[in-house]
């Protein structure tokens, strides 16, 4: 086997590596881009370069008249062809939030260290598959222990009937009293008296949302809750 198919055989490895650590991540969080996603994208990148550039210098000139190739042609047309496949796991929820945008930039972060693999910058692709662990990984969890108080907090949704509308004022009030921050209400008549109010909150991301649950939930005042973490 010549050298440079040895060297190709090394690349692909080097990749396909790279991209089962990035897969295996998101796999055991239970996210969209899984293992075989993770390899297929990081695998391909990487030849798709490797094609690029060694097709770049193969074919000879033209009659005499030189050509002159770009030899990352194919490479810039992965970064945005790897856009479809991000679109496809954003999701947005009947709450208007919107999922799977890290999912998405892991996706075109495989790519990436696909292609600085196949252009020969093994260094950097290790490295770079490590910082992208470490800010997936570790760095938000730092942050929930020493960072800002506004990023200790977690999203929660409540939707609560209420009896007479008289009573809304009286139950927003405590649960403001009991450490929960709420961003936005809406309103709603419901039949017999009854008043759908929809809560979008912020509390501590230490407190079960059980307990928020059954703290509503006895409220006087209330009829039924859902909540949404």
């Known amino acids: 086997m010549e050298i440079l198919d040895i060297d190709i055989l090394n690349k692909l490895g080097i990749s396909a590596v790279l991209g089962l650590i990035i897969g295996l991540e998101r796999e055991l969080k239970r996210k969209p881009l899984g293992l075989k996603t993770s390899l297929v994208i990081s695998i391909i990148s990487c030849l798709l370069t490797i ?19 770009d030899p990352l042609r194919l490479a810039a047309q992965i970064v945005s062809g790897i856009g479809f496949l991000g679109a496809g796991v954003i999701l947005k929820r009947g709450n208007d939030s919107i999922t799977g945008l890290t999912t998405a930039a892991m996706i075109w972060g495989a790519g990436g260290i696909g292609i600085a693999v196949g252009a020969g910058f093994y260094f950097e692709a ?31 949704r409540l939707r609560i ?39 979008k909150a912020l509390t501590s991301f230490r407190r079960p949302t059980t307990e928020v649950f059954h703290l509503v939930s006895s409220l006087s005042e209330v009829e039924s809750t859902e909540i949404e973490s």
Not at 129 to 143: A, T
Request: net charge positive.
């Open 126 to 156: 290790i490295a770079g598959v490590l910082l992208l662990m470490i800010s997936v990984e570790i760095i938000p969890s730092i942050l929930l222990k020493i960072g800002p108080s506004q990023l200790k907090k977690k999203d929660i």
């Open 161 to 199: 009937v209420v009896r007479d509308r008289k009573n809304i004022d009286c139950v927003i009030s405590q649960i403001e009293e009991n450490k929960i921050i709420i961003e936005g209400i809406r309103i709603k008549d419901l039949q017999n008296d009854r008043h759908l109010v929809v809560l």
């Open 51 to 69: 094609v690029s550039i060694q097709s770049a210098y193969l074919f000879p000139s033209s009659k005499g008249v030189p050509i002159q190739m």
